[in-house]
């Protein structure tokens, strides 16, 4: 085994089936075995490669009743940017009304992905 050969194990989260997948990665090679289907190969490599998540947090609202505004991604972001993005999150504030879907950040850092907020609320 070459020193940056690695094995690790995951369960696939793809469908509901939940795969338990091996993983090899040899430098840039990823090997994946346990898949069903070829979506658990491709989540595989991402997890090793690139992972990312949909990120969920809870933004400040001008609005005594509700003082927080839970928010998230619209896709899944890369993980090193997740820390930039929660410090725009908290320093965020947003004026009812809003609506669920309602986009707050766009195109965060140039990915593709908008921060949206995940409740309707009304002004009073
Ligand atoms: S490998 Fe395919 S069948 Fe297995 S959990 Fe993933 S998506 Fe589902």
Known sequence: MS????TKEMICIVCPVGCHLQV?????????????CSRGEEYAREEMLSPKRVVTAT?????????????????????????ELLAEVYSLSVKPPVKVGQVLI?????????????????TQ
């Not at 090899?24 to 069903?36: A, I, L």
């Not at 609005?63 to 890369?78: G, M």
Request: a negative charge; proline letters at 10%.
């Open 24 to 36: 090899t990665t040899d430098g840039e090679e990823v090997k994946v075995t346990g898949n069903r």
């Open 3 to 6: 020193p940056d050969k690695n």
């Open 59 to 83: 933004c400040r609202l001008e609005d005594p009743q509700h003082p927080r505004l839970p928010v998230k991604t619209d896709a899944p972001l890369p993980f090193e940017q997740i820390e």
């Open 106 to 122: 766009e195109d965060f850092a140039a990915t593709g992905v908008n921060l949206v907020s995940s409740r309707t609320i009304q």
